[in-house]
């Protein structure tokens, strides 16, 4: 059933939760990358909160005005100003208070979700609030979701990455250096704003698929993965999309399979396998390719330790050094050097004596700093410097 799921066999409504979710997690996944890079990981999450009472009044109001107050686009309204109005108290918090910013995003945080919860409760002693199903709002529920509801999603998500590779250039700058960015002209606050502005626009779209306290992980958790898998900022950006339109759409497709199980937590619970997945897979940033390197570096210094006590007559006590040194050819199994070995050991030693020498020349400050034990001196000095080196140890007196 996964596969049809994933080949969208599944019915109309799976087909409609799908595709909507796959196009929220690439809108989320890239304009949360903007947030990451801007180390405002936790604003998203005071955003996600402050929709909570915009949802509930927007609701009190449609019923007030006659409406059975389940209208999709009034409550996304409502949310909208909701998170509006937290994002504003956070920024005012933090220029004319000496809170810094986490502490304004905490007090905010709590405040609207509180009385939010507060709204809700008093929604369900309604006739009206016992049906309308705004706890939903709090997981996400997508087992109702009609045509139009998916044309809001699909319609908000789509404006959210038009606007977010339109402006990611300045984005980038903003988010990598804001010091930078003012001294070229940028108007880093309104970017500044902007970048919130779509954050939240994404939080109140994705409102019907995740709700309000998972749609953080669709914001963070890709732009964190794709962050492992490269140090370009560019292609962050376009992962961070890949990775959270796979796990919002795989997501889906597992919940239309199990209807019983609520769809946000399934797709923030992908995009967690994807994160772990990645955590150790990466090539450069993952966990085993860490462990490859550190293995590397282990044998390299092995050898060249075993090399060194070649050259020198010591013995080699270490059975993993001789094995490697037997390994390459450097050695015979009773611990003697071979005709190479004896070649590659005086070099070591060579290289060493420089070393040595360049730790002791202040001139060469930068270049020492970059000793570990198993660096070529020719990597960090040119020709004429290592000549220069070779004349200092030749005129120091043994």
């Known amino acids: 059933m996964l596969v049809d799921a994933l080949f969208l066999q599944m019915g109309y409504n799976a087909t409609l939760v799908t595709l909507g979710a796959g196009l929220l997690g690439f809108a989320a996944g890239i304009s949360g990358t903007f947030l990451f890079l801007r180390n405002r990981a936790l604003l998203s999450d005071a955003i996600s909160h402050a929709t909570l009472p915009g949802v509930a009044l927007a609701f009190l109001l449609m019923v007030a005005l006659g409406g059975d107050g389940r209208s999709l686009p009034g409550l996304l309204a409502g949310s909208a100003v909701s998170a509006l109005l937290g994002l504003l108290c956070v920024n005012a918090l933090v220029r004319h208070t000496r809170l ?4 304004a995003i905490g007090a905010v945080l709590s405040v609207f979700f509180g009385f939010g919860v507060v709204l809700l409760t008093v929604i369900q002693t309604l006739p009206q609030g016992r049906q309308a199903g705004l706890e939903s709002f ?7 979701m009609l045509w139009a509801d998916a044309l809001i999603i699909a319609g908000g998500g789509a404006a959210v990455v038009v606007l977010a590779l339109l402006f990611r250039r300045p984005f980038l700058l903003v988010a990598f250096d804001a010091a930078y960015a003012r001294a070229r002209g940028l108007p880093v606050a ?24 998972l749609v953080v992980a669709l914001l963070i958790v890709p732009p964190v993965t794709a962050r492992l898998w490269t140090d370009v900022a560019a292609r962050v950006v376009w992962l961070s999309g890949i990775f959270g ?5 795989v997501g889906a ?11 946000g937590p399934i797709i923030v619970l992908v995009s967690f396998v994807v994160f772990v997945v990645s955590l150790l897979l990466a090539p450069s940033r993952g966990v085993l390719a860490a462990w490859l390197r550190y293995r590397r570096f282990q044998k390299r210094i092995h050898i060249r330790q075993g090399l060194l006590a070649l050259a020198q007559g010591h013995p080699i006590y270490e059975r993993l050094t001789l094995r490697l040194l037997v390994a390459a050819g450097w050695a015979r199994g009773d611990g003697v050097a071979t005709d190479d070995g004896m070649g ?3 070099r070591a030693l060579r290289d060493e004596a420089r070393w040595t020498a360049l730790r002791t020349d202040n001139r060469f400050e ?14 960090v000095l040119t020709s004429d410097q290592i000549a220069e080196i070779d004349r200092r140890i030749a005129e120091t007196p043994a």
Request: aromatic content about 4%; charged content about 15%; cysteine-free.
């Open 245 to 249: 339109a796979s796990a919002a759409y």
């Open 138 to 144: 709090l997981l996400g529920s997508t087992a109702a």
């Open 190 to 213: 309104r970017l500044d704003l902007l970048m919130m502005g779509l954050v939240m626009a994404i939080t109140v779209v994705g409102l019907k698929i995740v709700g309000l306290i």
């Open 344 to 346: 590659y050991a005086a």
């Open 366 to 379: 930068a270049a020492a700093a970059m000793y570990d034990g198993v660096r070529d001196i020719d990597t």
């Open 100 to 103: 810094n910013e986490d502490a």
């Open 253 to 263: 497709a597992i919940s239309a399979t199990a209807p019983d199980l609520p769809t």
